[in-house]
Nanobody, 124 residues
Framework: QPHLVESGGNWVQPGGSLRLSCATSGFSLGDYAIAWFRQAPGKEREGVSCISGTGYTTNYAASVNGRFTISKDYVQNTVYLQLNSLRPEDTATYFC?????????????????WGQGTQVTVSS
């Protein structure tokens, strides 16, 4: 059974940076696409970024493109999301999710396996 655990969330001032981690177990990272989603209080869950199982394909939401970077470490079985130039509107709980697809990468909530989330708060 795939297992995902997010970490790295914190409070940060606008313009700051964070690196979120999604530690995975129970499956081969090369065989699964991983996506990051976020949900702010009172808002719907929003797709942020994804990376295919092969690692060759990545996608980003328009709101984070150029500021966030997704990457994966096959040795550590971990997927990272680097958050730069953070804004107050980036405040949310961030979740990682997985689906058994090597070449798939879409930031739609079609992923069956989810972590519990990590909180990111951007404020002065």
């Amino acid at each position: 059974q795939p297992h995902l655990v997010e970490s790295g969330g914190n409070w940060v001032q606008p313009g700051g940076s964070l690196r979120l981690s999604c530690a995975t177990s129970g499956f081969s990272l090369g065989d699964y696409a991983i996506a990051w989603f976020r949900q702010a209080p009172g808002k719907e869950r929003e797709g942020v970024s994804c990376i295919s199982g092969t690692g060759y394909t990545t996608n980003y939401a328009a709101s984070v493109n150029g500021r966030f970077t997704i990457s994966k470490d096959y040795v550590q079985n971990t997927v990272y999301l680097q958050l730069n130039s953070l804004r107050p509107e980036d405040t949310a709980t961030y979740f990682c999710a997985a689906v058994a697809q090597k070449r798939f990468c879409e930031i739609r909530p079609v992923y069956p396996y989810w972590g519990q989330g990590t909180q990111v708060t951007v404020s002065s």
